[in-house]
């Protein structure tokens, strides 16, 4: 199969059957959770492997909710532009995720059936993504162009502020917790720290080619990435009255948030100006 873009050829393969099958169980999954814990969800709430006070909940459950519209878009299309981003990003998200519930282990009650869904679910999705990653003939092909120099510039700047903010996460989780606009213990803030990583990692992926499809998945993740960790802050808070909208911490935190839906949505107007979707035909 060829994809055209920008007037060339490039080989565009499928993702693997299993690849795809299991994003589709990715997308049930960040639905029910994603969704379950932005509304705040009674049920979806009472059976999370560990409890979660309002704040963290409705983070969570934005994040999840972001999370899910990138495996959307690699369920659907089922080939490696866009999936190869796409996977990178279950892969980063995944692994901390998995390491960080083994050091806090203390914090899970293995009597309880859903810790184990949690673990085995995480490990078998890691696992999946990681071996995907070295699929001779999907992700190490290249398929697109390189962004433009701007672009690469923009990227290679989120990234870097993403990933250091992610690593203080997991480094200096006491000191960047402290400047949460609410209070998160060290578990939270590590675990967290994928808030920040996911989105650099896409940002570095996307440095090195993209198609007009790229940009729409990664423009449409983004925009959710940015917004709704603020509608889920504006949720919790709407009954807690706990957030300080005028302390440095906050205003920090909701910039940025606020930059990543912007670069969210000037990756939609480039999109706009790609190809649209990728032309496929047989050889």
């Not at 979806?44 to 309002?54: S, T």
Request: aromatic share 12%.
């Amino acid at each position: 199969m060829l994809t055209r873009t920008d007037g060339s050829l490039h080989l565009n393969p499928p993702i693997t059957a299993l690849l795809r099958g299991v994003t589709w169980l990715e997308v049930i999954v960040l639905f029910i959770a994603g969704g379950g814990l932005l509304v705040n969800m009674a049920l979806i709430v009472g059976i999370w492997p560990w409890p979660l006070r309002p704040f963290n909940l409705r983070f969570l459950g934005a994040i999840y909710s972001a999370a899910l519209v990138s495996a959307i878009w690699q369920a659907v299309i089922g080939r490696w532009a866009p999936s190869r981003a796409v996977t990178w990003m279950i892969f980063v998200f995944t692994a901390v995720v998995t390491v960080l519930s083994f050091v806090h282990i203390g914090s899970f009650d293995f009597k309880r059936v859903e810790v184990w869904v949690w673990f085995v679910l995480y490990v078998g999705v890691c696992v999946n993504a990681g071996v995907h990653l070295a699929w001779p003939r999907g992700l190490r092909r290249v398929v697109g162009t390189p962004p433009s120099a701007g672009w690469r510039l923009a990227l290679l700047a989120q990234a870097a502020v993403c990933g250091a903010i992610g690593l203080a996460h997991l480094l200096m989780p006491a000191w960047a917790g402290a400047r949460w606009p609410w209070p998160i213990d060290v578990f939270h803030a590590q675990l967290y720290s994928v808030a920040f990583l996911t989105p650099a990692v896409a940002a570095l992926c996307l440095r090195r080619a993209t198609t007009g499809m790229d940009w729409w998945a990664q423009g449409t993740t983004q925009l959710a990435w940015g917004l709704l960790p603020i509608v889920g802050l504006v949720l919790a808070d709407a009954g807690a009255k706990r957030v300080d909208w005028t302390s440095a911490a906050a205003l920090l935190w909701l910039a940025i948030y606020a930059g990543l839906a912007c670069v969210g949505a000037a990756m939609l107007l480039e999109a706009r100006r790609s190809p649209g979707a990728p032309m496929h035909r047989s050889r």
